[in-house]
């Protein structure tokens, strides 16, 4: 016996569309969380931190400038905020012995960004490992040897950065809530891309030349954290005092 399904045109056109558009949105969904996963790890291997259990860790990059890094430390200063942590590059380092040495005396934080602000992802694994080698050197001189953490200087890294850190002895730090200050988008925009910063929060913010409006964000974005409530510390003792959550990307 031979049965024959009969189905309307314009009922087939329908259910074509609605197949298609659940493709179509299950594909965004896909992409979309595929660009937000904050960090990557090996399998059973070592994992880049980038968000902790409580208080809030505001951390600053710094890989070329002259002007905007003392305006921040000021800052700082004044709103009274005891802890930060500063990725600095080794070859900035090199060139502001003085400004390192302030937030060294000030009790920030120091962790590496690479030497010469290079992609890792763009590079060899010997070239990795010498920029890494090249900072080391670096903040050796300035004696600042206790180092245990490094960002990847453009953000970006894959599971051969983290092994190579790990091999070095430092933890990869990513973050959680990105200020996006160094596109500049004003100083209203800056506080209100931290504003949803919360408990175990790292924030990213930048103390270059390039991130002409963070200085003038900055105390906004201080008073509205504390208004939450929130306790700051730097990277390593939020580390610490819970447990750091990362995310593998298989």
Do not use: C
Not at 29 to 52: E, H, I
Not at 75 to 97: C, D, I, Q
Not at 168 to 197: C, Q, R
């Amino acid at each position: 016996m031979n049965i024959f399904v009969v189905l309307n045109g314009k009922r087939l056109k329908q259910v074509i569309l609605i197949i298609v558009s659940a493709f179509f949105a299950a594909w965004i969904l896909f992409m979309d969380n595929l660009v937000q996963v904050p960090v990557f790890s090996t399998k059973d291997g070592p994992k880049a931190v980038y968000k902790g259990e409580k208080d809030i860790a505001i951390t600053f990059n710094i890989g070329w400038g002259d002007e905007k890094a003392a305006p921040i430390l000021d800052v700082l200063e004044k709103e009274n905020v005891k802890a930060a942590t500063f990725f600095l590059s080794g070859s900035w380092a090199e060139r502001h012995p003085d400004l390192v040495n302030r937030i060294v005396k000030k009790g920030y934080e120091v962790g590496i960004l690479g030497y010469s602000y290079e992609d890792y992802t763009d590079l060899e694994d010997t070239q990795i490992r010498k920029d890494l080698a090249k900072a080391q050197t670096a903040f050796g001189k300035l004696n600042i040897k206790e180092i245990d953490l490094i960002r990847a200087p453009t953000g970006h890294f894959d599971q051969r950065t983290l092994r190579i850190a790990e091999r070095f002895g430092y933890t990869v730090v990513h973050w959680s809530v990105d200020s996006k200050d160094w596109t500049n988008p004003g100083v209203k925009k800056i506080i209100t891309n931290v504003s949803k910063a919360g408990p175990g929060d790292i924030i990213l913010l930048h103390a270059s030349d390039s991130a002409k409006q963070t200085g003038k964000a900055l105390p906004q974005i201080i008073k509205g954290l504390k208004d939450k409530g929130l306790n700051f510390v730097s990277v390593s003792e939020m580390i610490a005092n819970g447990d750091a959550k990362s995310e593998e990307v298989r």
